[in-house]
Each structure stands twice: as C-alpha cells, then as structure tokens.
C-alpha cells in the first residue's frame, strides 16, 4: 500500500480484556516496529521485525505483551489482560534499505483501558 | 546503548519568529540522527535526518538542523514560523552498527501564537 496502515484507530475496552491491534506495512518494507506513545512519555520501543530474524523483543513491558508477524508482512500487537495503565496510542513503523533507515509511521491506535 | 534529551517540553514562539528545538543525545558509537513532526492526530512525518557528510542537514517546510559532534547536540531551528508548524517535534538516534532501532527523546511541543 501507499502508506502503514493501522486499525483500528480508536478501541476503548475493559480492563482485563485481551486486544489485538493490527500494522499493514508500506509493500516491500522488510523491517517493522512498534513503539508506545504515552502523554508526557515521548515514544516507547516495543518490538522490531526485521526480514526472518527473531525479533527484537526487549522494549516489551511485561509478558503481557506478545506480537508477531505474519508472512513477513502484516504484524498483529496483542495486549493481555489491559490494564489502566496500558493506556495509550500504539504506533506502527516500516522501512527497508532503500529508504536510507526513515522509519515510515501508520497513524496509530489510540487504546483505552476503562 | 543511546539516550536522547529534549531540553525544552514546551516552546511558544510567536508567528513569523525564528525557533529553536534542542536536542542532545548519549551514544558509545557513532549515530544517525533524526528529526520527526507529529502534527495533532497524525502520525510522524520525517522532517530530516544526518547519516554523513555535510553537518548542516535541510529539511521540509524550512527547516535544519546542525550536527555537533563535540556537543553532541542536533539542535532544529527556522527562521521564521507559521501557525502550520504548531506540532510536537522529536529528535531521535540510531546507532551506526547494531540493531537499526530508532531511540526517541521526549517531544517538544512548539505552539505558534498569531
């Protein structure tokens, strides 16, 4: 596609619940990550995708937190029994060589835990 | 291990004004510097990046930035601003070798007053 795609924009669910959010990269783009934008916190590393590599896991907060990336294309963030805190507008990226490491963003998923 | 500091959280400047966003950064290796835009319920945009070369680095919409070595600094700057260029602002680094992870600072939050 023309851009990250990133859905849904807004999910509002219930503390303890799961949820899944979904990253469609640019077509072609190798490498995928995920980063936390909490207020007042800046941008979060999460996890980085890169080809057939094992991921990059080690921004992940708790064990709570899994994602995984299908066919080196579409990656899925699941968050496991949400918490308040968890609260926040989760990020999607992509890039490859070519585009000289500028990390194209998705709009991303603005969550809230109630 | 790399770390980005954004000295100022909030920066109001009035319309036409010249502006300055500092960032210093914290790296044992050598680094790719970057500059993001977050313009409200958007996504990042890339403003403009050094990877090598020259020190002064152009970007869009008028902007620039100076790499310093010695300072360790990147600091972005324009010299005159328009009420459109109201956004949050990120510095970011990469390190040269290694993992291909980009380390964001906290955001500046530049508001222009007409």
């Known amino acids: 596609g023309a851009g990250v795609s990133q859905s849904p924009s807004n999910k509002v669910t219930e503390k303890g619940k799961d949820v899944e959010l979904r990253c469609d990269p640019i077509?072609?783009?190798?490498?995928l990550y995920w980063y936390r934008q909490s207020l007042g916190q800046g941008l979060e590393f999460l996890i980085y995708?890169?080809?057939?590599?094992?991921?990059?896991k080690s921004g992940l907060p708790s064990d709570r937190f899994s994602a995984e990336r299908t066919g080196g294309s579409v990656s899925t963030l699941t968050i496991q029994r949400t918490q308040q805190e968890d609260s926040a507008v989760y990020l999607c990226?992509?890039?490859?060589?070519?585009?000289?490491?500028?990390?194209?963003f998705g709009s991303g998923t603005r969550l809230t835990v109630v | 291990a790399q770390s980005v500091t954004q000295l100022d959280s909030q920066v109001p400047v009035f319309e036409e004004a010249p502006v300055e966003l500092r960032c210093n950064y914290s790296?044992?290796?050598?680094?790719?510097l970057f500059w993001y835009v977050q313009y409200p319920n958007q996504g990042l945009q890339l403003l403009l990046k050094?990877?090598?070369?020259?020190?002064l680095v152009k970007g869009i919409n008028g902007f620039e930035a100076e790499f310093n070595k010695s300072q360790t600094s990147f600091h972005l700057r324009k010299p005159s601003v328009h009420i459109s260029d109201t956004a949050e602002y990120f510095c970011?680094?990469?390190?040269?070798?290694?993992?291909?992870?980009?380390?964001f600072g906290q955001g500046t939050r530049l508001t222009i007053n007409p």
């Open positions: 990226a992509s890039s490859s060589p070519g585009t000289n490491y500028g990390y194209t």
């Open positions: 077509s072609g783009h190798t490498a």
């Open positions: 995708f890169q080809g057939n590599s094992a991921p990059d």
């Open positions: 790296s044992s290796v050598s680094v790719y």
């Open positions: 050094y990877l090598s070369g020259s020190t």
């Open positions: 970011a680094v990469m390190g040269v070798q290694g993992a291909q992870k980009l380390v």
